[in-house]
């Protein structure tokens, strides 16, 4: 799947000679990033790779002036919230957006608190890390945090702690399986209507719900369906079906264990040989364990080819030309409010799973 046809494979090597050229230049002066659903292309250059809570904890620790993030673009901001004063974060497209992240705009999630907040409960934002700066820091202005799909568990039961209900935005498959996952009775979870700034929000369900559900979703987790394990399960039977927590519950129901990126890995990496995993996330990932358990004679199979068209937009051709103009190259910035307040968001989530 990753090979190259034989004509591309001199612009290839070409821009990972450039990637390199220009990494031996910056030194550590320069540290890259990159998230786990990057293509192998872009693995291959980079420093850390990771989840977006490892990534962030990295930040911290990071002396070079330039960070480059090759992940999406709320991912950069949570990294530029983060950065020491001085220190660059950069993104070879800053138009990798995340259309979850764009299904909660900030000004309407403030309309909708604000709305909540008015039936006089104490109401928690809590922002799954999908999600943009700006609604960030309106859950550290409004007392709230921020969550992974690592952490969520954790995260969740510390926000139900600090008031009355909880606002979890914006992925509300994460939000069920979290709650299903601490035992939370559906009674106790609404989706929200956010349309008319509020206005439509049902307050009588809102009133008796412990857990309030932004209506987002991941455009591509989305699309696991359980059919797709069933077909699995007769086309590979004792197959173990692995998927991730942003598919819809049925899905996760009728998996065998559901994670974030770091589970999937972990669980494929301690699997016994002989083992056949179905893993139902981006399939760059899947590919990867594919390989990488190839040998230790695991055999790991997409539950359905299914790419983030976002995370794709990171070429290498766009690293190598981000890289020769890194001095000059706008960074990612943040309103001093916005970075302070979401800064504060994410070091409560740091702090509270350290
Ligand atoms: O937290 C992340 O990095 C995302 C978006 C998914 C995951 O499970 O790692």
């Not at 850390?48 to 901001?77: P, T």
């Not at 609404?190 to 349309?195: E, F, R």
């Not at 409010?337 to 968001?345: F, H, I, K, Q």
Request: aromatic share 4%; net charge neutral.
């Amino acid at each position: 799947m990753f090979q190259n046809k034989p004509e591309e494979v001199t612009t290839m090597t070409s821009f990972a000679d450039r990637i390199a050229r220009a990494k031996a230049a910056y030194g550590q002066r320069l540290a890259i990033l990159g998230h786990h659903y990057q293509t192998d292309d872009i693995i291959r250059h980079v420093d850390f790779q990771g989840d977006s809570l490892e990534l962030a904890r990295k930040i911290e620790s990071l002396g070079a002036e330039h960070v480059v993030f090759c992940g999406v673009f709320f991912m950069a901001e949570s990294a530029a919230a983060l950065a020491r004063p001085g220190q660059k974060v950069h993104i070879p497209r800053m138009d990798a957006t995340c259309p979850m992240a764009e299904m909660a705009p900030a000004s309407r999630v403030e309309q909708v608190l604000l709305a909540l907040r008015a039936q006089g409960r104490n109401v928690i934002p809590l922002a799954y890390v999908n999600s943009t700066a700006d609604v960030k820091a309106i859950c550290g202005r409004f007392g709230g945090s921020v969550c992974t799909s690592a952490n969520a568990s954790a995260m969740l039961k510390w926000a139900l702690d600090q008031g009355d209900a909880v606002l979890f935005l914006p992925d509300k498959n994460l939000g069920m399986n979290t709650a299903a996952q601490l035992g939370l009775p559906a009674s106790d979870h609404h989706v929200i209507n956010v349309q008319a700034s509020g206005g439509r929000v049902d307050m009588q369900a809102a009133a008796k719900a412990r857990l309030l559900l932004w209506p987002g979703a991941c455009a591509i987790h989305h699309k696991f369906k359980p059919r797709h394990i069933e077909q699995m399960r007769q086309a590979h039977p004792g197959v173990r079906v692995l998927v991730h927590p942003e598919c819809a519950p049925e899905v996760v129901q009728a998996s065998d264990g559901a994670g974030s990126t770091s589970y999937l890995i972990k669980q494929c990496a301690e699997a016994a040989p002989g083992a056949v995993i179905a893993v139902g996330t981006e399939l760059n990932l899947v590919f990867r364990l594919a390989q990488r358990h190839k040998a230790e004679d695991k055999t790991i199979i997409p539950l359905k080819a299914l790419t983030c068209s976002n995370m794709a937009k990171i070429s290498e051709q766009r690293l190598a030309e981000l890289l020769e103009s890194l001095d000059t190259a706008p960074p990612v910035t943040l309103p001093s409010n916005v970075t302070e307040l979401s800064r504060l968001a994410l070091e409560r989530m740091l702090r509270i799973c350290a």
